[in-house]
């Protein structure tokens, strides 16, 4: 199946510091979707984005839908150590079969004390 | 609470054996999902079902089966056919309303280790 792009892979960061990940695709979504595993847990839904253009904060994180419906980011601000993880991004696209949700492969964030 | 439940949180099992993984939500949702998480990996769709009695196969339903007997629980069975079984399993359930407001929610997973 198809997949997302996510940049970058991995990055390491000194707390305070704002971190900035993005997703990208060829293809068209109807939403974006970002969450965050901690090792050994279920992904947590952070920020769902419905419209295209849309910029969703919840607390420090800020995710906002690409105009063109290809493509979303992620920031944290004052990044603090419990936002050590995996950040996965999601795409949601209506097929004849029904929903298909597309995961990237995820980026790695490891903050530095 | 709401939410998705997924049981045991660990599982071993003997190499040849079939082995369940139990998925349950109180969301109330129409739609159910099995992926496998491998270390380091992101996440594989094994199989879907947007309705009772019904399922789709994912990218990597071979060595798989499931049931969808009643809306809210979603079984998966390793058979003793799927080559490399070891792996986390993440069961999730999304709302199908098709109003573009749809979100999928995901259980805490089973770490399955086959010996």
């Known amino acids: 199946g198809q997949q997302l792009n996510q940049s970058p892979q991995s990055m390491f960061i000194q707390e305070g510091e704002d971190v900035s990940m993005n997703c990208t695709s060829s293809?068209?979504?109807?939403?974006w979707l970002w969450y965050k595993q901690d090792p050994g847990e279920g992904p947590v839904l952070l920020i769902a984005?419905?419209?295209?253009?849309e910029l969703t904060s919840n607390g420090r994180l800020t995710a906002q839908f690409g105009i063109t419906r290809k493509d979303s980011f992620l920031n944290i601000s004052a990044s603090i150590p419990s936002d050590v993880g995996i950040y996965f991004c999601?795409?949601?696209?209506?097929?004849?079969?029904?929903?298909?949700?597309?995961f990237g492969p995820g980026t790695r964030l490891s903050v530095l004390p | 609470d709401g939410g998705i439940t997924q049981s045991p949180k660990y599982l071993f099992r003997k190499e040849g054996q079939n082995v369940t993984l139990s998925c349950e939500q109180n969301?109330?949702?129409?739609?159910m999902y099995w992926y496998r998480q491998d270390p380091g990996q992101g996440l594989r769709l094994i199989y879907y079902?947007?309705?009772?009695?019904?399922?789709q196969k994912g990218d990597i339903a071979e060595g798989y089966s499931v049931s969808r007997e009643k809306k809210e629980s979603f079984p998966l069975t390793v058979t003793s056919a799927q080559k490399n079984p070891t792996a986390f399993y993440l069961c999730?359930?999304?709302?199908?309303?098709?109003?573009?407001?749809?979100?999928?929610?995901f259980g805490p997973g089973t770490r399955l280790t086959v010996l």
């Open positions: 999601a795409g949601l696209e209506y097929t004849n079969y029904g929903q298909n949700f597309v």
């Open positions: 984005l419905y419209k295209a253009g």
């Open positions: 079902s947007q309705i009772v009695n019904d399922f």
């Open positions: 293809s068209i979504f109807n939403t």
């Open positions: 969301l109330n949702h129409d739609a």
């Open positions: 999730a359930s999304s709302e199908w309303t098709g109003a573009l407001t749809d979100t999928q929610y």
